[in-house]
């Protein structure tokens, strides 16, 4: 292929803003909308490469900083690159590193040049700066590869000028832009005018799942789709709900990752349509139906291995293989959820799959529902609740999306 990324729309929903599409990349053909598993360390805790490319799977996330530290540069180079180096035959989505500097907050200085960091290896000063984080990601080879940004919106409009300069790789490494501005609408609406101008093969939504409040949340996420290119992928940064994957792809988002479908299942708990099974719970001990008796996982498939919530119970917390077990259930069920929400948007019929799904989640009892999805999915012609006063839904906090993260406009001005 003659660019790093080709994009198609192959189906809009009628009603909501949801897309189907095709991402073509170096490695593979990607269905957006898609759910990416997050492999920080070139690898998902507990599953082969061939397991989850079994699953379905056809694009995964790694971490910059990580690889960076360990295996290092030089090894990436030598061995030609992270798909290489972890067996993956198919795509890889590449973080620039500037997460680690919310997540080792207390070990990073940030200023104008890049992040200095100590490593939590072993103390040793490092700095990434935007050119660094190209020359790494171009190490690591993978297919999409995001700009070193900050939650100075004005600093990470110039971080991507430097980045696009130092990307050494533009026809077989796409660059996506990070759209910053915190919760304040002028300053996204800025944001996107200025990245948009770049013209990058996909833009990301960052930013976000990082303390607000879900009904900020969409409030940003809907106004970014409304201001980004229809002819290019959106990705929104760090959301692994379910609830949270099924409104973002309503309100117009294709791509999404977390670390929560893997990390969830190292602490026993399994994701279900009805919700989450937290299988080291004592009534399972003697509980023998299969984790989800609707799922087609290796686990729970009525030709697959037969294993019982009693089983996982009996793992859970002891031996690495109840992990193993509930990683790949959970891997499925979201790239299953993600499949089925693209066939809903082709046929046309994704207002009534949401219904359905909440539904489902909270069986039947619409009194339960979150308000914040409610009202999201109002703002795109889905009436969850069949016309009825918000009224009806019961009165509890909000859930926030991590820790809170201030936002910072920065103090200087844009270097054209």
């Not at 795509?91 to 919310?102: A, P």
Request: glycine letters at 8%.
């Amino acid at each position: 292929m003659d660019r790093p990324l080709s994009f198609k729309l192959v189906a809009i929903c009628s009603t909501t803003k949801a897309r189907a599409s095709l991402m073509k990349l170096r490695h593979s053909t990607v269905e957006l909308p898609v759910f990416m598993p997050v492999g920080t360390q070139a690898s998902l805790k507990g599953i082969s490469p061939d397991q989850l490319s079994d699953l379905g799977c056809r694009l995964m996330l790694n971490n910059t900083y990580h690889l960076g530290l360990k295996p290092g540069q030089e090894v990436l180079d030598a061995v030609g690159g992270a798909h290489s180096f972890q067996g993956w035959a198919h795509s890889i989505l590449t973080d620039s590193g500037g997460f680690q500097m919310v997540s080792l907050l207390k070990l990073a200085h940030i200023m104008e040049e890049g992040v200095r960091f100590l490593s939590p290896h072993d103390g040793s000063p490092m700095l990434l700066t935007p050119e660094h984080s190209m020359n790494l990601q171009n190490s690591i080879g993978s297919d999409i590869i995001m700009q070193l940004d900050d939650v100075a919106m004005l600093r990470s409009v110039r971080w991507l000028d430097r980045c696009i300069k130092a990307h050494k790789k533009p026809e077989t490494q796409a660059l996506f832009a990070i759209i910053q501005g915190g919760l304040d609408e002028r300053l996204r609406r800025l944001c996107c005018e200025k990245m948009v101008e770049r013209d990058t093969p996909g833009i990301a939504i960052g930013g976000l799942s990082g303390g607000e409040e879900k009904p900020q949340y969409c409030k940003i996420v809907s106004l970014c789709t409304d201001l980004l290119p229809k002819h290019k992928p959106r990705y929104v940064m760090g959301v692994g709900y379910a609830e949270d994957l099924m409104v973002s792809v309503a309100l117009g988002a294709d791509m999404f990752d977390c670390v929560y479908p893997t990390r969830t299942a190292r602490f026993g708990n399994a994701l279900t349509p009805k919700g989450v099974l937290n299988l080291k719970n004592r009534q399972y001990a003697s509980d023998f139906r299969p984790i989800d008796s609707e799922c087609t996982c290796p686990c729970c498939a009525k030709n697959g291995w037969k294993i019982t919530r009693a089983y996982v119970y009996h793992l859970a917390g002891k031996e690495t293989v109840g992990a193993h077990l509930l990683t790949l259930h959970n891997l499925h069920y979201q790239f299953y959820l993600m499949r089925e929400a693209r066939k809903a948007i082709i046929q046309d019929r994704f207002p009534q799959y949401l219904r359905d799904f909440f539904s489902t989640l909270y069986e039947g009892r619409m009194c339960k529902y979150p308000r914040w999805a409610v009202e999201a999915l109002r703002t795109v012609n889905v009436d969850l609740i069949g016309g009825q006063s918000l009224d009806i839904l019961e009165s509890k906090p909000v859930p926030v999306l991590g820790h809170n993260i201030e936002p910072d406009i920065g103090n200087d001005s844009f270097s054209e």
